[in-house]
């Protein structure tokens, strides 16, 4: 399979826990972001990466979400002290120019 | 004023019909325009891009833009039952570093 993945694919976690998200990106793409969609609506742009390179994290919805791509291959989203807003899928896509092609998502659920 | 407004439907055509999808959007100086497909429970999947005024056609799919307007739409011709899902619009807006800006998305009903 030569897509975006995602894992996990679905969380269930308490609030106040923290999360961590994988996107493994399309291998030759060097472009990788973060969207969140809630039910009913258009995902939502998060951050992006360049490579390793974070080069827009003002989108990110709180301090305690943060994005990391350490060798410019996979990126992690971590969310700290999660609440019960932050339910929503979280998804990863990838690019080389500009069309970008989504993983299938992560879904999270905050009790 | 959203940056990207789509009428969140149901848009309900019978099969066989062509079914019209609008989108508008704010920022003038957005340079391309992607349509989107989504079914329920699953991600984006891409339908087609289009960046130049006018019609770009792909199979049943055709993209219009009309950059004066601000307006973006996609025709579906002989609409079948699986082309049922969410429909969204997403532009790139100006040096925005190709991050995507999405409407609401559309749904649409394809009934036998």
């Known amino acids: 399979d030569t897509g975006v993945s995602q894992n996990p694919r679905h969380k269930i976690t308490k609030r106040g826990q923290n999360v961590t998200f994988r996107c493994d990106p399309i291998?030759?793409?060097?472009?990788l972001y973060w969207y969140r969609q809630t039910l009913g609506q258009g995902p939502e742009f998060l951050t992006y990466?360049?490579?390793?390179?974070?080069?827009?994290k003002s989108r990110l919805l709180s301090d305690r979400f943060s994005a990391e791509r350490p060798k410019g291959s996979f990126s992690t989203l971590e969310i700290q002290r999660t609440e019960q807003g932050d339910s929503a899928m979280y998804l990863c896509?990838?690019?080389?120019?500009?069309?970008?092609?989504f993983g299938p998502g992560t879904r999270l659920l905050v009790l | 004023q959203k940056e990207v407004e789509q009428n969140s439907g149901p848009l309900s055509v019978p099969e066989g019909a062509i079914a019209s999808l609008n989108c508008t959007y704010s920022?003038?100086?957005?340079?391309?325009f992607f349509w989107y497909r989504q079914y329920s429970g699953k991600s984006p999947e891409l339908i087609m891009f289009?960046?130049?005024?006018g019609d770009k056609e792909d199979g049943r799919f055709t993209a219009q833009l009309n950059k004066a307007s601000q307006y973006v739409s996609l025709l579906i011709r002989d609409s079948q039952p699986s082309d049922s899902a969410t429909y969204l619009c997403?532009?790139?807006?100006?040096?925005?570093?190709?991050?995507?800006?999405f409407g609401g998305g559309t749904r649409l009903m394809v009934k036998p």
């Open positions: 896509a990838s690019t080389e120019q500009e069309t970008q092609y």
């Open positions: 291998s030759e793409h060097n472009r």
């Open positions: 990466f360049q490579n390793e390179a974070q080069l827009e």
């Open positions: 920022d003038r100086g957005s340079q391309s």
């Open positions: 289009i960046y130049s005024n």
């Open positions: 997403a532009v790139n807006p100006r040096g925005a570093g190709n991050m995507l800006t």
